[in-house]
């Protein structure tokens, strides 16, 4: 259905900043528009205000007239020409979108230990006898005990784990099961946590 003089935001232009809605953004583009100097910097002092009136709750945080100035810039796409004032060159950072943080690629034989684990596992198979590797082999055994009852993946048994140590550090590592004291695990508050957000089905 096309109705004439009626439009949906799905066909508008996108917003720079939608917390202050399209109004606002007309007005800035209308500002700066405008010809004369003077009567742009009127106008962007009014619209300063009116954001300003928009969330008075924010008046109390730290540069906040700095804030509402370097809103004004980024939604002018720094193009409006008048007197600010605060220097918003800053404003810059806050209008260039962060890099895509790179996601690891890297293949583990098991998912429900985690990248982690296998990079203690690599570790592990070079470490050098002493205090420093036992206490790491005793750390990674008791999160391999967690990973394994969390994920409900199989046995947790002690003698599970230490099968999969071995494994995975080429049988660097043996644990002595009759010597090793794993930490105590509450296993019905990590089963709860890890079902807390499934519904039982009807």
Same mark, same amino acid.
């Given at each position: %259905? *096309? #109705?004439?003089?009626?439009?949906?935001?799905t066909?508008?232009?996108?917003?720079?900043?939608?917390?202050?809605?399209?109004? #606002?953004? *007309?007005? =800035?583009?209308?500002?700066?528009?405008?010809? +004369?100097?003077?009567?742009r910097?009127?106008?962007?002092?009014? #619209?300063?205000?009116?954001?300003?009136? %928009?969330?008075?709750?924010?008046?109390?945080t730290?540069d906040?007239?700095?804030?509402?100035?370097? @809103?004004?810039?980024?939604?002018?796409?720094?193009?409006? /020409?008048?007197?600010?004032?605060?220097? =918003?060159?800053?404003?810059?950072?806050?209008?260039?979108?962060?890099?895509p943080l790179?996601?690891?690629?890297?293949?583990?034989?098991?998912? @429900?230990?985690?990248?982690?684990?296998?990079?203690?596992f690599?570790?592990?198979?070079?470490?050098? /006898? $002493?205090?420093e590797?036992?206490?790491?082999?005793?750390?990674?055994?008791?999160?391999m005990?967690?990973?394994?009852?969390?994920?409900? @993946?199989?046995?947790c048994?002690?003698?599970?784990?230490?099968?999969?140590?071995?494994?995975?550090?080429?049988g660097? =590592?043996?644990?002595?099961? +009759?010597?090793?004291v794993?930490?105590?695990?509450?296993?019905?508050e #990590?089963?709860?946590n890890?079902? $807390?957000?499934?519904?039982k089905?009807?």
């Amino acid at each position: %259905m *096309n #109705i004439e003089g009626l439009d949906y935001n799905t066909q508008r232009e996108k917003l720079i900043l939608p917390e202050y809605g399209r109004e #606002i953004q *007309n007005m =800035v583009d209308y500002c700066v528009a405008l010809k +004369d100097k003077e009567e742009r910097q009127q106008c962007a002092e009014t #619209i300063v205000a009116i954001m300003d009136r %928009m969330y008075p709750q924010n008046r109390a945080t730290e540069d906040y007239e700095q804030k509402l100035w370097d @809103h004004l810039a980024i939604m002018s796409n720094f193009q409006l /020409d008048i007197d600010f004032p605060f220097d =918003v060159s800053g404003a810059l950072k806050m209008a260039t979108k962060p890099e895509p943080l790179e996601y690891p690629m890297k293949r583990i034989p098991v998912k @429900h230990y985690g990248n982690m684990v296998f990079e203690l596992f690599d570790k592990l198979k070079d470490m050098p /006898d $002493g205090e420093e590797r036992d206490e790491l082999i005793r750390l990674t055994a008791n999160q391999m005990k967690r990973d394994l009852l969390q994920w409900s @993946h199989g046995s947790c048994a002690d003698e599970k784990v230490a099968s999969d140590l071995a494994r995975f550090t080429n049988g660097k =590592v043996q644990l002595d099961l +009759d010597n090793f004291v794993f930490e105590k695990i509450n296993e019905r508050e #990590i089963l709860q946590n890890n079902n $807390g957000g499934k519904r039982k089905k009807k």
